[in-house]
């Protein structure tokens, strides 16, 4: 993937996971990685549309899943896909924590683990030194 596409990919999240939101200034140790929304190994291209910013954490729990189950109802549902889906539609932050509000929001929320503790004290932390979710 040449380096063009990967500056539209970061430019286009504004430079944020576009799973969890977090800035990547937030964690300027990590570098956050261009994933395949759709992996490879599903016949997932490398056109722009399926690729997605994404935190080290959130690319390393969603993996190559397209679907994970609504802790809520039991059922399989597919994953959150940035391209698709709103995030306002599936998502909200209630302070540091993100909550799932539909079965593929709260799904995306358990597989991506996106409320493990080290996670929402990160969060916190940039919140506490003013900085803000989109």
């Known amino acids: ?3 063009n ?11 944020a996971c576009e799973y969890c939101h977090m800035p990547q200034e937030a964690v300027s140790w990590a570098t956050f990685h261009i994933e395949h929304i759709i992996a490879r190994q599903h016949d997932g291209g490398d056109e722009a549309d399926n690729l997605a910013l994404a935190c080290t954490r ?15 109802s039991g059922n399989v549902v597919m994953l959150y896909h940035p391209r698709r889906d709103p995030w306002k539609d599936h998502f909200r932050f209630d302070g540091a924590r993100i909550i799932g509000q539909t079965p593929i929001g709260r799904a995306t929320v358990r597989l991506l683990q ?5 996670r929402v004290e ?3 932390e940039w919140l506490q030194q003013g900085g803000r979710f989109s």
């Not at 596409?5 to 430079?15: C, D, I, M, P, S």
């Open 1 to 3: 993937m040449d380096e």
């Open 5 to 15: 596409k990967r500056n539209l990919v970061r430019q286009r999240a504004g430079f």
């Open 58 to 72: 959130c690319n390393l729990y969603k993996g190559p899943n397209l679907s994970a189950i609504d802790p809520d």
């Open 114 to 118: 996106m409320n493990a503790l080290h």
């Open 122 to 124: 990160a969060r916190e």
